[in-house]
């Protein structure tokens, strides 16, 4: 079955970055983007952005573009999504998504776990 | 920031049927296909429907959506108490080049 594992709970500093991986098994790898979103506590879901893991090529919202980087290890089915620069408002969990292919672009179907990342000074 | 407008609650008595709203726009709705999320407290959101108005395996059919312009709505039929959640309507956006989500709906089984 699907499967998307999540690394865990982080906390740091204003200022600092953080970066989260997100193991996929139960498919082929390749064939499908991911797409990372977030939930700030309370508040309702963002896209950051996805990534095509076969290409590795990379599309971010705006918000984010400059500070979020998203690679992938084929090798391991492993994607992985840096964000640097963080601030108090950057707390929240972040999800890793598998996304299909749907009308438009691509759409999450299978999600990990979240990883809560916590910024505070 | 969201881009698709819920209305923030709803709700009904077991045995009910609710309806959740999703308005967008010609970029987004207008284009291209709705999906609904449904997301328990302190887990991550699960599909509901994809493509406007498809179930995945396990999604009981008491779940449907529909899609008309730039609306979406998700209507949930036979309200049982395990439905009582948070519902997100979602679809890529042409003009951002990417996937915007719903502002999110609770569901309230009274």
């Known amino acids: 079955q699907v499967q998307l594992v999540q690394s865990g709970a982080e906390v740091k500093k204003p200022g600092a970055s953080v970066n989260i991986s997100c193991k996929a098994s139960?498919?082929?790898?390749?064939?499908?983007?991911m797409h990372w979103v977030r939930q700030a506590p309370g508040q309702g879901l963002e896209w950051l952005g996805i990534?095509?893991?076969?290409?590795?090529?990379?599309n971010h919202a705006q918000k984010f573009q400059g500070r979020v980087t998203m690679t992938r290890d084929t090798s391991t089915s492993t994607v992985y999504m840096e964000l640097n620069s963080l601030r108090s408002d950057d707390t929240a969990v972040y999800f890793c998504?598998?996304?299909?292919?749907?009308?438009?672009?691509?759409?999450?179907?299978?999600w990990g776990q979240g990883t809560l990342v916590t910024v505070s000074s | 920031q969201s881009v698709l407008t819920q209305p923030p609650s709803a709700s009904g008595t077991p045995g009910q049927r609710v309806t959740i709203s999703c308005s967008g726009s010609?970029?987004?709705?207008?284009?291209?296909?709705v999906n609904w999320y449904q997301q328990l407290p302190g887990t991550a959101p699960k599909l509901l429907i994809y493509s406007n108005n498809q179930r995945p395996s396990g999604v009981p059919d008491r779940f449907s959506g529909s899609k008309s312009g730039t609306s979406a709505s998700l209507a949930i039929s036979g309200l049982q108490s395990e439905d009582e959640t948070d519902y997100y309507c979602a679809a890529w956006d042409d003009s951002l080049s990417g996937y915007v989500f719903g502002t999110g709906t609770k569901v309230t089984v009274l």
């Open positions: 998504a598998r996304g299909l292919y749907c009308s438009g672009g691509s759409c999450p179907d299978y």
């Open positions: 010609s970029s987004n709705i207008g284009s291209n296909t």
């Open positions: 990534i095509n893991s076969s290409s590795g090529s990379t």
């Open positions: 139960g498919y082929t790898f390749t064939i499908y983007y």
